[in-house]
């Protein structure tokens, strides 16, 4: 089982040896503290727990500071399922992975605000023509007496706050493995802002 968490940089693109150009993120990722190796027998389940990124003690709560005790003050913990290879207080860095590698990334996508739902769903809008005047990007009718007894159904397509959701994006290629600089390479875009927690899994 293959994971790591970092921080999502700056998109670039990236040559490959017949010459044809990928687009690619760059992430700075680890090193990763593991925390807690967590078992069937003790948990429930098998997992590895692991902290990334620094914070000072004083913004942790005494349940973390117990907890993270002599290992340092972290801003991020996360758990990985699967059976659990390391111990607490081994160190992770991005070595475990190599280029070619396939991986799924998850992370927080930008958040968007209140939109219509011409953006938030893709709706066409009414026609630009004939009479219309503020009407181009209205949702139109959402329903009424002839349709589910009068009631507005649930799962009606709206306008509302859109992003800030959770994404992940999988079959994405490792295309370099910087250990010194402690950075991936990942083709293709990857969810959130330049700074977003990101979290991968080989």
Do not use: C, W
Not at 177 to 197: F, K, M, Q, Y
Request: proline share 2%; hydrophobic share 35%.
């Amino acid at each position: 089982m293959k994971f790591m968490l970092g921080t999502k940089g700056r998109m670039t693109h990236i040559f490959n040896e017949d010459g044809v150009a990928h687009a690619a993120t760059l992430i700075t990722a680890g090193p990763l503290t593991v925390t807690q190796s967590k078992t069937k027998e003790t948990d429930g389940y098998d997992a590895t727990q692991v902290a990334f990124g620094t914070r000072k003690e004083k913004n942790l709560a005494k349940a973390q500071i117990g907890h993270f005790k002599g290992l340092g003050s972290f801003a991020h913990v996360r758990e990985f399922t699967g059976e659990a290879t390391h111990a607490a207080g081994d160190k992770i860095d991005v070595s475990v992975f190599t280029a070619g590698d396939i991986v799924t990334v998850s992370a927080i996508s930008k958040g968007k605000g209140f939109q219509g739902v011409v953006k938030r769903h893709g709706f066409h809008g009414g026609p630009r023509s004939h009479g219309q005047k503020n009407k181009e990007r209205s949702p139109g009718s959402i329903g009424g007496g002839g349709r589910a007894g009068g009631r507005v159904v649930k799962g009606m397509r709206m306008a509302g706050r859109m992003g800030g959701d959770r994404i992940t994006v999988r079959n994405l290629r490792v295309l370099q493995v910087d250990t010194e600089t402690n950075t991936l390479v990942i083709s293709g875009a990857v969810p959130g802002r330049p700074g977003t927690l990101v979290e991968i899994r080989g």
